[in-house]
């Protein structure tokens, strides 16, 4: 069965959409620092020391740890009173995409789902095993830069930011050759 997807114009061309609207109507759309704020609630379950309340910070709260406690706390205060814009997006994200899988027509094939055709073909192993490692790659370089894939690269680069550009150069310089050489022997089947 052939699957029906949106071009990459028509795709493109709403996301940018829906990352101008969260920009104008709330903050620019980014989510590795819910990742911090995961662990440091899953952390704070574990010990009573992690975030205090602090009536001298900005938000009201503090953390003993550093990176928990720049921007007056904010981090610790996200901690303590998770339901956040961002924590929400994060939960929405996952929501769409089981939305996605659940109304997609036709189904995707059980092959499809544990590896796509073009990574079978490769013989590059453990789909998974790849996606994480290469998502914890990403996911390092864009908190070592102090921000997330999509902060930088998606609403970093609709605000004209100079590491918005620099982020995206980096993913596309690293990722094509990287592509290359993983798809190279799928590439040189086909032809």
Not at 49 to 73: C, I, M, P, R
Not at 113 to 136: C, D, M, Q, T, W
Request: charged letters at 15%; proline letters at 3%; one cysteine or more.
């Amino acid at each position: 069965m052939q699957q029906i997807q949106w071009n990459w114009l028509k795709g493109g061309l709403i996301l940018g959409a829906v990352f101008l609207l969260a920009v104008i109507l709330v903050k620019p759309i980014g989510v590795s620092t819910q990742f911090v704020i995961f662990d440091g609630i899953v952390w704070n379950m574990f010990s009573d020391d992690v975030v205090q309340v602090d009536e001298n910070s900005t938000s009201g709260f503090s953390s003993k740890n550093a990176y928990l406690d720049k921007n007056g706390g904010k981090y610790a205060e996200n901690i303590e009173n998770p339901w956040n814009y961002g924590f929400i997006f994060v939960l929405a994200m996952i929501g769409g995409g089981v939305l996605s899988v659940v109304l997609q027509k036709p189904k995707v094939s059980k092959e499809d789902k544990a590896a796509p055709k073009v990574f079978r073909e490769s013989g590059h192993g453990n789909r998974y095993l790849v996606a994480f490692i290469g998502g914890v790659l990403v996911l390092y370089g864009a908190r070592l830069a102090g921000g997330c894939t999509s902060g930088h690269m998606m609403s970093g680069m609709m605000q004209t930011s100079l590491s918005g550009y620099l982020f995206a150069a980096g993913v596309f310089g690293a990722g094509i050759p990287v592509a290359i050489f993983f798809y190279r022997k799928s590439a040189k089947g086909a032809q």
